[in-house]
């Protein structure tokens, strides 16, 4: 067995869809960045990534090449879960915390958890996803942004 962190940041940007673990959810912002800018999905493949030993995202996609410019982030998960698959290793559970004040995420929890089981190729029971607010401290929790948090369990 082993267990990987995985932490990823975005600001808020005005005329970008709100993509959270390959859902859209509805909101006047979305977050920055070269692809779809998915936090959820980069901690959790920064995450499996570390628990190969194998660096993290920007080493496998980086945010400096145009193939990458605003791609799924669903499909870098289905890449990086091949090459987890190519060492052998399968998911044993995952456990993320998402951090923003806004939106609440509440009803699109199970959602995103039964997205991410399908591409993880494991049962829904093995994924926990919490949003929790920052208590209106820094930059997220002056709604600047998003923050994640990933910790996964592989095993052989």
């Known amino acids: 067995m082993r267990i990987g962190y995985g932490y990823d940041?975005?600001?808020?940007?005005?005329d970008r869809k709100l993509i959270l673990a390959?859902?859209?959810?509805?909101?006047?912002?979305?977050?920055?960045g070269h692809s779809d800018a998915d936090a959820v999905i980069h901690a959790l493949i920064d995450s499996i990534l570390g628990a190969l030993a194998l660096g993290d995202i920007g080493s496998h996609f980086p945010d400096n090449d145009?193939?990458?410019?605003?791609?799924?982030?669903?499909?870098?998960?289905e890449r990086t879960v091949s090459i987890m698959k190519d060492k052998n290793y399968s998911i044993g559970n995952i456990d993320i915390t998402i951090?923003?004040?806004?939106?609440?995420?509440?009803?699109?929890?199970?959602?995103?958890?039964?997205?991410?089981?399908?591409v993880l190729s494991t049962?829904?029971?093995?994924?926990?996803?919490?949003?929790?607010?920052?208590?209106?401290?820094d930059a997220v929790g002056r709604g600047?942004?998003?923050?994640?948090?990933?910790?996964?369990?592989?095993?052989?």
């Open 9 to 14: 940041s975005h600001a808020f940007a005005e």
């Open 22 to 32: 390959g859902i859209e959810i509805p909101y006047e912002l979305g977050l920055k």
């Open 66 to 77: 145009d193939k990458y410019k605003d791609i799924s982030s669903m499909i870098l998960l």
């Open 99 to 118: 951090i923003l004040e806004k939106p609440k995420l509440r009803s699109y929890i199970d959602l995103m958890r039964e997205n991410l089981s399908k």
């Open 123 to 137: 049962n829904i029971e093995n994924i926990s996803i919490k949003a929790k607010t920052n208590e209106k401290m």
């Open 144 to 156: 600047e942004g998003i923050a994640v948090h990933c910790v996964s369990l592989l095993k052989n």
